[in-house]
């Protein structure tokens, strides 16, 4: 299946006080689970850089990460990106193929 990152911005607001923020979290991956129940969650981290949350996830479609990302922005996020990934392995299954 498909393996997807969920990059996530939020607003300084919301990650001030560590209660809302759980609440917040919990109430939006009930969301993605219910739109979404075809989803496989593999990792979340909380990141530092430009980006506050990364999420790796398994998705059958690309209208399934579409999906992940809108209900993100839906609630509250300044910024979602869905970025879809190869495992490094496949990637040189690749390479090799192309290779002259």
């Known amino acids: 299946m498909p393996k997807f990152v969920l990059m ?3 607003s300084p607001e919301s990650v001030r006080d560590s209660k809302v ?3 917040m979290g919990r109430a939006w991956l009930a969301k993605v689970k ?3 129940p075809e989803v496989t969650w593999i990792a979340h981290y ?3 850089g430009p ?3 990364m999420d790796i996830y398994e998705a059958p479609t690309i209208e399934a ?3 992940v990302s ?3 922005r839906a609630e509250g996020a300044v910024s979602a990106e869905s970025w879809q990934a190869l495992p490094y392995e496949e990637f040189l299954g690749l390479l090799e193929e192309v290779e002259p």
């Open 65 to 67: 990460a579409h999906k």
């Open 21 to 23: 923020r759980r609440a």
């Open 51 to 53: 980006y506050d949350f």
């Open 34 to 36: 219910s739109a979404c």
């Open 46 to 48: 909380a990141i530092l």
């Open 70 to 72: 809108l209900i993100s």
């Open 8 to 10: 996530t911005k939020l």
